[in-house]
């Protein structure tokens, strides 16, 4: 009996873990842009940390694995932002198909959907599953007085802008922060919108535009990626702000953003240089 009994569980174990679904299940229909063809293409797999609710973080690796300049690029880390996921996807599929000749071997690693609950919801969130806005959550220098301060004078309370109840609260937060310290990133990218421009934290000149966005500097704010990378780590961020997160820019225009990123990191990233810490 007790034999029959754990036979029968491991087949349902296994017919849950068959029907499960796949990246291309969760994101074909529900992300802009985006046919199973090129989401089956991107070859994603699961990373092994999982959101909040238990969604697996998915990652591609592109590029020599001995690449001496390692570039990360992080997509729909607000999970309304719809069209930053798509883009990254996009990127993807160039960055695997498109060989172009680099100074140094480059190792892309994406990380296309960082916020699968808030994406996943409907209609979509801002924040994740905890009601935490994820680029409020890294630990920059005096967090515990300056998010809350900022988050409760500067944005009156807003839930949408919830820094969290500590740093690194959450596990997509705690995700992003070990890759940086694992993968040592010589340049982050982080895809985002609805704001039609183009922000640069850190060391390096930054690029003056991509495509159709132009460099327009907002400032920093605490906890946010481009403060604990740039500022504080001292590794070059470009946050690209998508015009529309509901749509994507034509396929042209994604190609040309991937250009212009390919170029500037060419001649402005050193392989060799201050990686994160």
Not at 84 to 109: C, F, G, K, N, Y
Not at 214 to 240: A, C, E, M
Request: proline share 10%; with cysteine.
């Amino acid at each position: 009996m007790k034999r029959w009994w754990w036979a029968a569980l491991l087949a349902l174990a296994g017919s849950a873990q068959a029907t499960a679904p796949g990246p291309c299940e969760r994101f074909v229909g529900k992300l802009p842009n985006v046919t199973r063809p090129l989401c089956e293409a991107t070859k994603l797999a699961e990373s092994g940390a999982r959101s909040v609710q238990g969604q697996p973080l998915y990652m591609r690796d592109v590029g020599s694995a001995t690449g001496k300049l390692r570039v990360l690029v992080i997509g729909a880390m607000h999970g309304d932002e719809l069209s930053a996921a798509s883009v990254a996807l996009h990127w993807i599929r160039l960055a695997a198909d498109e060989q172009v000749d680099m100074p140094q071997p480059v190792h892309w690693r994406f990380l296309p959907v960082l916020n699968p609950d808030g994406m996943l919801m409907r209609p979509p969130k801002r924040t994740n599953a905890n009601g935490v806005d994820l680029n409020r959550n890294f630990p920059t220098p005096n967090w515990e007085k300056d998010a809350p301060v900022y988050w409760q004078q500067r944005t009156g309370k807003d839930p949408r802008r919830w820094p969290g109840p500590k740093p690194l609260s959450e596990p997509e937060t705690r995700f992003l922060h070990e890759q940086m310290q694992k993968f040592k990133p010589h340049l982050i990218v982080s895809i985002h919108a609805p704001y039609g421009v183009l922000d640069f934290d850190g060391p390096s000149v930054p690029p003056s535009r991509l495509g159709r966005l132009y460099l327009d500097q907002v400032g920093i704010f605490p906890g946010s990626l481009g403060n604990y990378g740039g500022v504080h780590k001292g590794v070059p961020v470009v946050t690209i702000e998508l015009s529309n997160a509901l749509r994507t820019p034509l396929d042209a225009e994604m190609r040309q953003m991937w250009i212009d990123l390919l170029r500037w990191t060419a001649t402005k990233i050193v392989g060799d240089g201050p990686a994160a810490r």
